[in-house]
């Protein structure tokens, strides 16, 4: 068995050719990176696609609700927490009626089982509450946010009631004590 070089090998005769080998030339190209630098851009870069992956979920599954109203470029992409203990994600402001408290969209991904590292896709509407907390609805398709703001009697934008039979409260995974007055973001 014979091995052919896929390229003519390399000539050393010539003065300071031993800089020209790769392998110097790779070295000398590595002592110059910043690894803390390289994971930013990393992080940076997860944050803009998390951005890219919600827009494209909204236009495939919301596209008759969420898509025409928020804006592609209205999202804020956040990187993963370290050891992706937390996935990237991105979150947008829907507005807000008392000027204060606000609607928000959450978007994240998750695996689908422990088992599996199949992602899904998870969309989570973060509302706030009369009593000053928040609560949060995962929509798992555009019907479910139709029937949700349909059950609503608030108007558009306004903090919704404490009931807990109200379908947005029974689907939340809220703190049903209301312990959480701070914004979501």
Known sequence: MSILPF???IQHDRPGADAELPIVALHQRVQD??????ARERDEELAF??????????TGSFRDTLDPVVQAMAWTGYPPLEDNELMAS????LGTVDGVR???????????????????????LI????????????????????VLLDELDTPPGAPIACDPQ??????SYADTRHANLEPPW
Do not use: K, M
């Not at 696609?49 to 909204?58: E, G, K, M, P």
């Not at 509302?127 to 139709?146: F, H, K, N, R, W």
């Not at 109200?166 to 689907?171: F, K, M």
């Open 7 to 9: 390229s003519p090998p």
């Open 166 to 171: 109200l379908r947005i409260r029974r689907t």
């Open 102 to 124: 606000g609607w928000w969209l959450h978007y994240t991904r998750h695996p689908e089982t422990v088992e599996h590292d199949d992602l899904v896709h998870v969309l989570t």
């Open 90 to 93: 991105a979150i947008t402001h």
């Open 49 to 58: 696609q998390t951005v890219l992956n919600v827009d494209a979920v909204l």
């Open 33 to 38: 990176f910043d690894l803390s630098e390289r």
């Open 127 to 146: 509302a706030p509450c009369v009593c000053g907390s928040y609560t949060e609805v995962e929509l798992v398709d555009e019907d479910a946010l139709i």
